[in-house]
């Protein structure tokens, strides 16, 4: 496709299909870290936006009839990526939720290490459980699901009809309740071993009351700690790849809703 031969018509389609595509590319997860060059992502945004176009040339588009309307179309289109991609966003931060609990029940709580991606402060084992959850991301194609998702909204949306308040509380619900059950899901075998290791040293304190038991159980819980970390891995896994595979479910709720 020759973008540089469109006409006026053709081109303000092209501008639909760049917004969105941008939207999505600048906040989705690794494709939108700090991290890429810009020059990259324009030209990945552009390499998407070229690609997707002649698949989508032919749905029905915003005929905008001024400046004016043309920006109110385009926002819309941008919210549609952004939408989608904050859905994959989820993901990760119920990662990041379930990391940064562990770490204050194991006596990391202060101990933070700079997330690439973000540039922001994160835990220890919140970044550790970030970068497997982008390996895992990578392994299962869960981009796949973010471009095809991309490219479906153009067949369901089109950015004139879009209608924000049919978007429930229920599925905003659905989808933030579920990140948190993730979260808890992810952190309960590591936080329930902790427990009942806190509630030994609590007996072994009551019972020789000679020991200085924080001596003892602070380095305990850091070993044991890391040690759950270690063996959790597999049931995290498996955790955060269901989540992979239920993204074009979600992508499908949101774009059916709007």
């Known amino acids: ?12 389609r092209f501008l639909f299909v760049f917004f969105r595509v941008g939207a999505l590319i600048l906040f989705v997860p690794i494709l939108g870290s700090r991290q890429i060059p810009p020059v990259l992502k ?35 289109d941008v919210t549609i990526g952004l939408a989608i991609a904050y859905i994959a ?22 101990v933070n290490v700079i997330d690439p991606q973000t540039e922001t402060q994160v ?20 981009h796949h699901f973010i471009i095809q998702a991309i490219v479906d909204s153009f067949f369901i949306l089109n950015p004139a009809e879009i209608n924000f308040a049919s978007i429930t509380p229920e599925y905003m619900l659905y989808l933030f309740s579920g990140t948190f059950t993730t979260a808890i899901k992810i ?24 020991m200085n038991v924080f001596i003892v159980g602070f380095p305990l819980q850091i070993g044991v700690g890391l040690l759950m970390v270690g063996l959790s891995i597999s049931f995290f896994s498996i955790l955060v790849q269901d989540q992979m595979y239920q993204l074009p479910v979600k992508f499908m709720g949101l774009l059916r809703g709007l």
Request: without cysteine.
């Open 187 to 210: 952190a309960a075998p590591i936080m329930a071993i902790l427990f009942f290791l806190s509630v030994g040293l609590g007996l072994v304190a009551r019972t020789v009351p000679q």
């Open 123 to 142: 835990s220890v084992t919140a970044q550790f459980h970030n970068i497997l959850a982008v390996l895992i991301f990578l392994t299962t194609d869960a």
């Open 89 to 110: 966003r989820l993901i990760f931060a119920a990662v990041q939720v379930a990391g940064t609990v562990v770490d204050f029940q194991m006596g990391f709580g202060v």
């Open 42 to 76: 324009i030209g990945f945004i552009f390499f998407i936006a070229i690609v997707t176009f002649p698949l989508v040339k032919g749905q029905p588009l915003p005929e905008p009839r001024g400046v004016v309307e043309l920006a109110i179309f385009l926002i819309m």
């Open 1 to 12: 496709m020759d973008i540089f031969n469109l006409n006026y018509a053709e081109f303000e």
